[in-house]
Protein backbone atom coordinates (compact mmCIF):
# COMPACT_ATOMS: atom_id res chain seq x y z
CA UNK A 1 0.00 0.00 0.00
CA UNK A 2 1.73 3.05 -0.83
CA UNK A 3 1.65 6.24 1.38
CA UNK A 4 -1.13 8.10 -0.33
CA UNK A 5 -3.60 4.91 0.25
CA UNK A 6 -2.48 4.86 3.51
CA UNK A 7 -3.56 8.12 4.69
CA UNK A 8 -6.58 8.58 2.80
CA UNK A 9 -7.58 5.17 4.53
CA UNK A 10 -6.32 6.81 7.78
CA UNK A 11 -8.35 9.72 6.90
CA UNK A 12 -11.92 8.03 6.06
CA UNK A 13 -11.30 5.44 9.04
CA UNK A 14 -10.93 8.46 11.63
CA UNK A 15 -13.87 9.87 9.93
CA UNK A 16 -16.31 7.11 10.09
CA UNK A 17 -15.50 5.64 14.04
CA UNK A 18 -15.29 7.53 17.21
CA UNK A 19 -13.44 5.60 19.96
CA UNK A 20 -16.41 4.08 21.55
CA UNK A 21 -17.53 2.80 18.31
CA UNK A 22 -14.21 1.49 17.42
CA UNK A 23 -13.90 -0.07 21.26
CA UNK A 24 -17.30 -1.54 20.20
CA UNK A 25 -15.12 -4.52 18.82
CA UNK A 26 -15.58 -4.22 15.14
CA UNK A 27 -12.20 -4.47 13.33
CA UNK A 28 -11.94 -2.89 9.63
CA UNK A 29 -8.19 -3.21 9.34
CA UNK A 30 -6.36 -6.11 7.69
CA UNK A 31 -2.85 -6.84 8.06
CA UNK A 32 -1.26 -4.94 5.99
CA UNK A 33 1.63 -4.53 3.36
CA UNK A 34 1.27 -0.77 4.58
CA UNK A 35 4.54 1.96 4.30
CA UNK A 36 5.13 0.85 7.95
CA UNK A 37 5.05 -2.96 7.88
CA UNK A 38 8.30 -4.09 6.06
CA UNK A 39 6.79 -5.96 3.61
CA UNK A 40 10.30 -6.31 1.59
CA UNK A 41 11.34 -8.34 4.36
CA UNK A 42 8.60 -11.09 4.55
CA UNK A 43 10.94 -13.00 2.41
CA UNK A 44 14.01 -13.31 4.15
CA UNK A 45 12.01 -13.82 7.78
CA UNK A 46 10.05 -16.73 6.31
CA UNK A 47 12.52 -19.37 7.40
CA UNK A 48 12.33 -17.58 11.13
CA UNK A 49 8.24 -18.15 11.36
CA UNK A 50 5.80 -20.92 11.68
CA UNK A 51 2.05 -20.81 12.40
CA UNK A 52 0.92 -20.69 16.61
CA UNK A 53 -1.81 -23.02 17.38
CA UNK A 54 -3.79 -24.07 20.62
CA UNK A 55 -5.39 -22.10 23.13
CA UNK A 56 -2.85 -19.79 23.68
CA UNK A 57 -3.04 -18.18 19.84
CA UNK A 58 -5.79 -16.11 18.14
CA UNK A 59 -6.56 -19.22 16.82
CA UNK A 60 -7.77 -20.66 19.88
CA UNK A 61 -8.73 -17.76 22.25
CA UNK A 62 -11.88 -17.24 23.48
CA UNK A 63 -13.84 -14.18 23.38
CA UNK A 64 -12.03 -12.56 21.02
CA UNK A 65 -13.72 -8.85 19.76
CA UNK A 66 -15.70 -9.40 16.14
CA UNK A 67 -13.43 -9.48 13.40
CA UNK A 68 -10.31 -9.92 15.15
CA UNK A 69 -8.99 -12.70 13.18
CA UNK A 70 -9.17 -10.80 10.12
CA UNK A 71 -7.09 -8.25 11.24
CA UNK A 72 -4.44 -9.88 13.99
CA UNK A 73 -2.42 -13.04 13.36
CA UNK A 74 -0.60 -15.17 15.75
CA UNK A 75 3.30 -15.99 14.63
CA UNK A 76 6.28 -17.20 16.23
CA UNK A 77 9.72 -15.73 15.49
CA UNK A 78 12.88 -17.08 16.71
CA UNK A 79 14.32 -13.85 17.91
CA UNK A 80 17.16 -12.92 20.93
CA UNK A 81 17.40 -17.12 21.03
CA UNK A 82 14.24 -18.09 22.00
CA UNK A 83 11.18 -18.46 20.06
CA UNK A 84 8.80 -15.57 20.72
CA UNK A 85 4.84 -15.77 20.11
CA UNK A 86 3.49 -12.21 18.88
CA UNK A 87 0.05 -11.42 17.90
CA UNK A 88 0.39 -8.84 15.12
CA UNK A 89 -2.09 -6.54 13.09
CA UNK A 90 -2.93 -3.29 11.75
CA UNK A 91 -1.96 0.05 9.43
CA UNK A 92 1.10 2.54 10.92
CA UNK A 93 3.65 3.20 13.28
CA UNK A 94 4.94 0.41 15.28
CA UNK A 95 3.13 -0.08 18.80
CA UNK A 96 4.09 -2.80 21.18
CA UNK A 97 2.54 -4.30 23.89
CA UNK A 98 3.73 -5.91 27.16
CA UNK A 99 1.51 -7.77 28.97
CA UNK A 100 1.36 -8.28 32.73
CA UNK A 101 1.33 -10.91 35.48
CA UNK A 102 -0.57 -13.78 35.51
CA UNK A 103 -1.57 -12.50 32.10
CA UNK A 104 -0.59 -13.19 28.29
CA UNK A 105 -1.03 -11.47 24.93
CA UNK A 106 -4.81 -11.41 25.21
CA UNK A 107 -4.58 -8.63 27.93
CA UNK A 108 -5.01 -6.29 25.21
CA UNK A 109 -7.65 -7.68 22.88
CA UNK A 110 -10.35 -5.00 23.81
CA UNK A 111 -7.90 -2.12 23.32
CA UNK A 112 -5.92 -4.14 20.03
CA UNK A 113 -8.79 -3.36 17.15
CA UNK A 114 -9.15 -0.39 17.66
CA UNK A 115 -5.21 0.50 18.07
CA UNK A 116 -4.81 -1.58 14.88
CA UNK A 117 -6.88 1.37 12.72
CA UNK A 118 -3.20 3.69 13.34
CA UNK A 119 -0.79 1.44 14.15
CA UNK A 120 1.24 -1.84 13.48
CA UNK A 121 0.17 -3.73 17.03
CA UNK A 122 2.43 -6.41 17.89
CA UNK A 123 1.28 -8.02 21.60
CA UNK A 124 3.48 -10.13 22.80
CA UNK A 125 3.85 -13.30 24.76
CA UNK A 126 7.00 -12.73 27.71
CA UNK A 127 9.58 -15.53 27.99
CA UNK A 128 8.21 -17.75 29.98
CA UNK A 129 5.22 -17.12 29.29
CA UNK A 130 1.96 -18.05 27.05
CA UNK A 131 3.38 -19.93 23.86
CA UNK A 132 6.79 -18.22 23.85
CA UNK A 133 9.76 -20.18 24.90
CA UNK A 134 10.46 -21.13 28.49
CA UNK A 135 13.97 -21.51 29.21
CA UNK A 136 15.63 -21.79 32.63
CA UNK A 137 17.17 -18.16 33.13
CA UNK A 138 16.71 -15.07 31.35
CA UNK A 139 14.16 -12.99 33.50
CA UNK A 140 15.70 -9.93 34.55
CA UNK A 141 14.17 -6.87 32.99
CA UNK A 142 17.67 -6.50 31.19
CA UNK A 143 17.09 -9.67 29.45
CA UNK A 144 13.67 -9.62 28.53
CA UNK A 145 14.08 -6.34 27.27
CA UNK A 146 16.60 -7.26 25.06
CA UNK A 147 14.14 -9.97 23.56
CA UNK A 148 11.76 -7.38 22.37
CA UNK A 149 14.60 -5.48 21.24
CA UNK A 150 15.81 -8.85 18.96
CA UNK A 151 12.04 -8.93 18.18
CA UNK A 152 11.46 -6.04 16.37
CA UNK A 153 14.75 -6.33 14.86
CA UNK A 154 13.46 -9.33 13.41
CA UNK A 155 10.16 -7.57 12.23
CA UNK A 156 11.36 -4.77 11.02
CA UNK A 157 11.24 -2.00 13.09
CA UNK A 158 13.82 0.46 14.17
CA UNK A 159 11.98 3.01 16.10
CA UNK A 160 8.62 2.20 18.16
CA UNK A 161 6.17 3.10 21.29
CA UNK A 162 5.56 0.56 23.66
CA UNK A 163 2.67 -0.13 26.38
CA UNK A 164 3.69 -2.29 29.31
CA UNK A 165 1.53 -3.38 32.15
CA UNK A 166 2.67 -4.33 35.37
CA UNK A 167 5.55 -6.72 35.03
CA UNK A 168 5.13 -5.02 31.81
CA UNK A 169 5.80 -2.06 33.23
CA UNK A 170 9.23 -2.83 34.25
CA UNK A 171 10.10 -4.62 31.07
CA UNK A 172 9.27 -1.25 29.45
CA UNK A 173 10.83 0.81 31.25
CA UNK A 174 13.90 -1.21 31.26
CA UNK A 175 13.66 -1.36 27.28
CA UNK A 176 13.32 2.51 27.32
CA UNK A 177 15.95 3.09 29.63
CA UNK A 178 18.72 0.87 28.09
CA UNK A 179 17.73 1.34 24.20
CA UNK A 180 16.04 5.13 24.20
CA UNK A 181 17.23 5.81 20.54
CA UNK A 182 14.75 2.58 19.72
CA UNK A 183 11.65 4.05 21.87
CA UNK A 184 9.62 7.17 20.35
CA UNK A 185 6.93 7.13 23.75
CA UNK A 186 6.47 5.11 26.63
CA UNK A 187 3.17 4.02 28.63
CA UNK A 188 3.32 2.19 31.41
CA UNK A 189 0.79 0.87 33.70
CA UNK A 190 -0.27 0.07 36.76
CA UNK A 191 2.83 -0.71 38.78
CA UNK A 192 3.23 0.99 42.27
CA UNK A 193 5.81 3.69 42.87
CA UNK A 194 7.31 1.15 46.00
CA UNK A 195 8.82 -1.32 43.36
CA UNK A 196 10.93 1.05 42.00
CA UNK A 197 13.90 2.30 43.17
CA UNK A 198 14.02 6.17 45.09
CA UNK A 199 15.00 8.88 43.02
CA UNK A 200 17.84 9.28 42.62
CA UNK A 201 18.63 5.95 44.64
CA UNK A 202 22.24 5.43 46.29
CA UNK A 203 21.78 1.58 46.53
CA UNK A 204 18.66 -0.91 45.46
CA UNK A 205 15.98 -0.03 47.75
CA UNK A 206 13.95 -3.47 49.02
CA UNK A 207 10.20 -3.65 49.78
CA UNK A 208 10.00 -3.74 53.46
CA UNK A 209 9.09 -7.00 54.57
CA UNK A 210 6.02 -5.47 56.96
CA UNK A 211 3.47 -3.68 54.99
CA UNK A 212 -0.05 -2.22 55.98
CA UNK A 213 -2.41 -5.58 55.69
CA UNK A 214 -3.98 -3.72 52.39
CA UNK A 215 -0.93 -3.59 50.39
CA UNK A 216 0.43 -7.12 51.80
CA UNK A 217 -2.60 -8.73 50.53
CA UNK A 218 -1.67 -7.20 46.95
CA UNK A 219 1.97 -7.83 46.94
CA UNK A 220 2.62 -10.67 49.20
CA UNK A 221 2.69 -12.97 45.56
CA UNK A 222 6.22 -11.04 45.07
CA UNK A 223 8.09 -12.89 47.74
CA UNK A 224 6.36 -15.89 47.69
CA UNK A 225 7.26 -16.06 43.33
CA UNK A 226 10.72 -15.08 44.60
CA UNK A 227 11.23 -18.16 46.17
CA UNK A 228 13.94 -19.84 44.17
CA UNK A 229 12.62 -23.23 44.39
CA UNK A 230 10.48 -25.87 43.39
CA UNK A 231 8.18 -25.60 46.52
CA UNK A 232 5.91 -22.82 44.91
CA UNK A 233 5.16 -25.06 41.87
CA UNK A 234 4.56 -27.63 44.19
CA UNK A 235 2.17 -25.19 46.21
CA UNK A 236 0.33 -23.68 43.46
CA UNK A 237 0.20 -27.38 40.92
CA UNK A 238 -3.09 -28.41 41.38
CA UNK A 239 -4.71 -25.22 42.88
CA UNK A 240 -3.98 -22.72 40.26
CA UNK A 241 -7.46 -21.87 40.12
CA UNK A 242 -7.22 -20.53 43.37
CA UNK A 243 -4.00 -19.13 43.90
CA UNK A 244 -4.21 -17.14 40.03
CA UNK A 245 -8.32 -16.49 40.89
CA UNK A 246 -6.68 -14.47 44.68
CA UNK A 247 -4.86 -12.76 42.31
CA UNK A 248 -7.09 -11.70 39.53
CA UNK A 249 -9.85 -10.75 42.13
CA UNK A 250 -7.51 -8.94 45.00
CA UNK A 251 -6.16 -6.70 42.21
CA UNK A 252 -9.30 -5.57 40.85
CA UNK A 253 -10.26 -3.72 44.18
CA UNK A 254 -14.21 -3.75 44.72
CA UNK A 255 -14.87 -1.94 41.46
CA UNK A 256 -15.23 -4.06 37.90
CA UNK A 257 -14.01 -7.67 38.09
CA UNK A 258 -12.63 -9.84 35.19
CA UNK A 259 -15.58 -12.70 33.86
CA UNK A 260 -15.14 -15.99 35.41
CA UNK A 261 -14.37 -17.30 31.88
CA UNK A 262 -11.54 -14.76 31.06
CA UNK A 263 -9.77 -15.15 34.42
CA UNK A 264 -10.31 -19.78 33.70
CA UNK A 265 -8.86 -18.94 30.43
CA UNK A 266 -5.65 -17.63 32.23
CA UNK A 267 -5.41 -20.15 34.90
CA UNK A 268 -5.18 -22.89 31.75
CA UNK A 269 -2.36 -21.00 29.94
CA UNK A 270 -0.33 -20.82 33.37
CA UNK A 271 -1.50 -24.50 34.67
CA UNK A 272 1.37 -26.73 33.62
CA UNK A 273 5.19 -27.32 35.21
CA UNK A 274 6.91 -24.85 32.47
CA UNK A 275 4.15 -22.32 32.45
CA UNK A 276 4.30 -22.35 35.81
CA UNK A 277 8.37 -21.94 36.31
CA UNK A 278 8.40 -19.38 33.43
CA UNK A 279 6.02 -17.36 35.72
CA UNK A 280 7.95 -17.22 38.51
CA UNK A 281 11.01 -16.75 35.94
CA UNK A 282 10.29 -12.97 36.24
CA UNK A 283 10.19 -12.66 40.32
CA UNK A 284 13.08 -14.66 40.95
CA UNK A 285 15.20 -12.75 38.78
CA UNK A 286 13.27 -9.57 40.70
CA UNK A 287 16.41 -8.44 42.67
CA UNK A 288 18.88 -8.32 39.64
CA UNK A 289 16.37 -6.24 37.96
CA UNK A 290 16.60 -3.88 41.19
CA UNK A 291 19.87 -3.53 40.79
CA UNK A 292 19.67 -2.44 37.13
CA UNK A 293 17.57 0.27 37.83
CA UNK A 294 19.60 1.65 40.32
CA UNK A 295 22.07 2.19 37.14
CA UNK A 296 19.38 3.20 35.06
CA UNK A 297 17.91 5.49 36.79
CA UNK A 298 21.29 8.08 36.83
CA UNK A 299 19.51 8.93 33.39
CA UNK A 300 15.87 9.87 33.15
CA UNK A 301 13.76 8.50 30.68
CA UNK A 302 14.05 11.54 27.48
CA UNK A 303 11.56 10.30 25.77
CA UNK A 304 7.74 11.37 26.85
CA UNK A 305 6.04 8.87 29.03
CA UNK A 306 2.34 8.42 30.05
CA UNK A 307 1.40 6.29 33.70
CA UNK A 308 -1.68 4.73 33.99
CA UNK A 309 -3.22 4.12 36.87
CA UNK A 310 -6.32 2.48 38.39
CA UNK A 311 -8.53 4.40 40.69
CA UNK A 312 -9.04 1.01 42.61
CA UNK A 313 -5.26 0.29 42.50
CA UNK A 314 -2.12 2.54 42.47
CA UNK A 315 -3.34 5.83 41.55
CA UNK A 316 -0.47 8.39 40.21
CA UNK A 317 1.91 6.56 42.52
CA UNK A 318 1.96 4.71 39.17
CA UNK A 319 3.96 8.26 37.60
CA UNK A 320 6.95 7.18 40.09
CA UNK A 321 9.40 7.27 37.08
CA UNK A 322 12.51 8.80 36.97
CA UNK A 323 11.78 10.66 33.28
CA UNK A 324 12.21 14.39 31.88
CA UNK A 325 8.64 15.02 30.43
CA UNK A 326 5.91 12.28 31.98
CA UNK A 327 2.13 12.64 32.49
CA UNK A 328 -0.20 10.66 34.69
CA UNK A 329 -3.90 9.37 33.99
CA UNK A 330 -5.78 7.26 36.57
CA UNK A 331 -8.53 5.55 35.01
CA UNK A 332 -11.49 3.23 36.86
CA UNK A 333 -11.55 0.36 38.31
CA UNK A 334 -8.25 -1.65 39.36
CA UNK A 335 -4.97 -3.05 38.08
CA UNK A 336 -6.66 -4.91 35.50
CA UNK A 337 -7.16 -1.45 33.32
CA UNK A 338 -7.11 -2.60 29.54
CA UNK A 339 -9.20 -5.47 30.40
CA UNK A 340 -11.62 -3.49 33.17
CA UNK A 341 -11.22 -0.43 32.04
CA UNK A 342 -10.66 -0.28 28.48
CA UNK A 343 -12.67 2.53 26.83
CA UNK A 344 -10.62 5.22 29.39
CA UNK A 345 -7.51 3.53 28.87
CA UNK A 346 -7.66 3.54 24.93
CA UNK A 347 -8.91 7.80 25.13
CA UNK A 348 -5.68 8.07 27.04
CA UNK A 349 -3.64 6.17 24.73
CA UNK A 350 -5.03 7.53 21.43
CA UNK A 351 -4.60 11.20 23.08
CA UNK A 352 -0.76 10.61 24.02
CA UNK A 353 0.47 8.50 21.30
CA UNK A 354 -1.41 11.00 18.33
CA UNK A 355 1.86 13.13 18.11
CA UNK A 356 4.26 9.78 17.52
CA UNK A 357 1.73 8.42 14.76
CA UNK A 358 1.39 12.10 13.19
CA UNK A 359 5.22 12.06 12.88
CA UNK A 360 5.51 8.77 11.39
CA UNK A 361 2.50 10.13 8.81
CA UNK A 362 5.03 12.80 8.25
CA UNK A 363 7.56 11.10 7.66
CA UNK A 364 5.70 8.61 4.94
CA UNK A 365 4.66 11.26 2.76
Known amino acids: MNN ?40 TMNTQLTTPSGSGSVFGAPGLPKGFGKTFTSRFIQAGGIRQ ?17 PQTWYAWRLLMPALARDFTVIA ?35 RFALVGQDTGYLIGYALAADHPSRVARVVLTELPGVLLPPLPPPSPAPTPLFLPD ?35 NIQAGEGKKLPPDVIDY ?7 PDALRGSFG ?36 VGNVN ?41 AR
Do not use: C
Not at 129 to 152: F, V
Open 4 to 43: TKWLSRRRMLKASSATLSALGLVATTGFGKSAFAHANKEE
Open 85 to 101: HVVIGGDGPPLLLIHGW
Open 124 to 158: VDQRGIGLTDKPQDGYDSGTLAGDLIALMDALGHQ
Open 214 to 248: PINDRLWHIPFNRVNDSLTEQLVRGHEDIFFGYEF
Open 266 to 272: YVRLYSN
Open 282 to 317: FFRAWFTTLIQNVARTANPLPMPVLAIGGAESWKED
Open 323 to 363: ATNIQTVVVPNGHWVAETAPAETLAALTAFLAAYQDAAVAA
